[in-house]
């Protein structure tokens, strides 16, 4: 049932790839702050389809989640992943660090062609797709009481912005699907590698203030 | 109009007791924080009705309180009760988890129950309904910025998944449905009870990070 | 695009006044926080559409930003006005005060107005109205992990429940649409500046806590 071994595809495979590690990012976390088996499951889970849940209560579809039980079992596997490899977890970073980009690049392309198909315009699917890549890190981040990392550092969004926008005009210029998303997501994978390769990110905001709590 | 006493039902006063407990739990913990009369009601009010309210928006219906000013009401009430009470609140203690633990069980059947009859599959129930009892409290610890209390302590949200899982075997197989809710509900009743008593909890996770940063 | 100067209208103008000052409160506090401008202009905008956002998802409508790029450039203007007048930002600080106050108005009366005519019941459009007001204001605090501000200060809510209050009066009792708006706005304006001027605030609640822990 979790994977029809008959017709499993090439796309099934890298779903699991990058929801295990989204969820695997999420309970590592939670086991750091010594949060308990269900904490780190409820983390590990809302890193997981916390981006798409939010996709998809935008587009009013019912959460992709919700039929399909595929990845509340990705993220239970992702807990006793943790607990098996828990000495060894730090050997595997690389690994883990490659599967999580391979996700990020899927779920933004998911995101994107999801929201396309529904009718909404280019700039909206762009945004919806780096939501659905970036904002389930964000809800991890707010559950464990942490700033959101993402806000501090690499090219994480910028790379899901970028392979969005490649997504959306492929897309409009009438490219196949299929070829269109594995270009895209290519372009999300290689972008971040680059980014965490050589240190590059964005400029920090500076500003100064010698009264914030006027401004509410 | 809070309570039509001639046809008030057993349902409906669990339904007052568990979202008033729900109400000064949030509002409680947001006093403790300095938090003004606003605030207090805000995290009262999130406390009492945040699990219901993800739990509707995922089934795509209204949320419960916006066509009934019940739940609005109760946790004005538990701002009062909290004003009025203040000194006298920790003596009180053992009441206000007892009926936290009411509360809980009964929102957890609920959760269950309008899952089930959205025709949605049976481990989505179970999710939902541990949602609807569970997720106001975490909401609660998000916006007084704690990490969240269920995720480090006692087999709370344990309860409402075995609850949970009752609820869904006995309507599989046919069970009349005010039964059912009795023996669900009173069985997250009595394993919250014992965990708290018997100071049961599950496991912690432990990794070793040697370089929590790589692992965005 | 942005702005159609052929029918441009007051209510236009007011939109980009308010929708700006949120953005630039949340860029602010995201700078001060040392994001990056991909961090800052998600809390900007998280500030800006949250309120909203949160109040259509509840109605069950497509959010209003979905549709028009509107909102989404004019907290990018708010990041690229924080970058080039971040010396000066201090200086303008009443100034924004005062944009921030039209802001909280015009979403709160804008508020009010989409639940009734939702045909929701008045009560609920009052804090309907309120949280299209404050609603934003919350998540960014939450995704700086910071308590919100506005449990703690101010009058900031009261004034949109106030103003959320004579609107609906005024609807039920059949005046002028626009005029409504334009009084139960200037409500809100007054009611926060007063409040700011003569530091009004709220009680803040105390209660003794000899066992915060046993409460879950």
Redesign the interface.
């Known amino acids: 049932m979790l994977l029809n071994l008959d017709n499993i595809t090439f796309y099934q495979i890298l779903d699991f790839i990058g929801t295990l590690a989204f969820a695997i990012?999420g309970?590592?976390?939670?086991?750091?702050?010594?949060?308990?088996?269900?904490?780190?499951y409820?983390?590990g889970v809302t890193t997981a389809i916390g981006g798409g849940?939010m996709r998809d209560?935008?587009l009013?579809q019912?959460?992709f989640w919700?039929?399909d039980?595929f990845y509340?079992i990705c993220s239970a596997v992702a807990?006793i992943w943790?607990?098996v490899f828990?000495?060894h977890?730090?050997r595997q970073?690389n690994t883990?660090?490659l599967f999580?980009t391979i996700g990020l690049a899927l779920f933004t392309v998911v995101g994107v062609e999801k929201t396309l198909s529904a009718g909404?315009?280019m700039?909206?699917a762009i945004?919806m797709g780096a939501m659905t890549g970036a904002a389930g890190?964000?809800m991890r981040d707010?559950?464990?009481?942490?700033?959101?990392?993402?806000?501090?550092?690499?090219i994480?969004?910028?790379a899901c912005v970028t392979g969005g926008i490649m997504f959306a005009i492929g897309h409009r210029i009438g490219i196949d699907t299929h070829l269109n998303a594995i270009i895209s997501g290519l372009a999300v994978i290689v972008i971040r590698l680059l980014a965490v390769k050589y240190h590059l990110?964005?400029?920090?905001?500076?500003?100064?203030?010698?009264?914030?709590?006027?401004?509410?």
Not at 142 to 154: D, G, T
């Open positions: 990012s309970t590592r976390l939670a086991a750091a702050k010594h949060f308990d088996l269900f904490g780190a409820v983390v849940t209560i935008l009013n019912t959460p919700m039929t039980p509340l807990v943790v607990v828990r000495r977890l730090v970073n883990w660090f999580d909404l315009p700039w909206c945004i890190g964000i707010v559950l464990i009481n942490e700033v959101p990392l993402i806000f501090r550092k690499e994480y969004a910028l990110a964005l400029p920090k905001l500076k500003v100064e203030e010698a009264d914030e709590e006027k401004d509410a």
